[in-house]
């Protein structure tokens, strides 16, 4: 039987590397679910975190007060003074801009 050389045959080495792509994929895309898991569990943990901490710091919250207000703001008997409004909109700005 004559010897065959592999590299002569059209289409033989692009079988082969098909094959080792193929071999090789499954394990890319394990590594990179588990990647991306671990990345969303980072996450996850930050926001808790960040949440706690914003939550220590966030002052408490009127309900009564506030459904006042959006009783007033409904019926039209809450006062709305344009200047004042613009003034605490700037000074929000400014404040966002302060470096801290």
């Known amino acids: 039987m004559p010897s065959v050389e592999l590299s002569k045959l ?4 692009s079988a082969r590397s098909l094959s080792e792509t193929d071999r090789t994929q499954p394990t890319a895309r394990k590594a990179s679910a588990s ?3 671990a990345k969303q569990a980072a996450a996850r ?3 808790i975190e960040v949440r ?3 939550d220590a710091v966030t002052p408490p919250i009127d309900r009564e007060r506030v459904e006042q207000i959006r009783a007033a703001l409904q ?3 809450y006062p709305l003074v344009p200047t004042k409004i613009a003034d605490a909109m700037i000074a929000a700005q ?3 801009e302060l470096p801290r």
């Open 75 to 77: 019926d039209g008997s």
């Open 10 to 13: 059209q289409g033989v080495s």
């Open 45 to 47: 943990g930050v926001s």
């Open 52 to 54: 706690s901490e914003v």
């Open 94 to 96: 400014i404040s966002f």
């Open 35 to 37: 990647t991306d898991q």
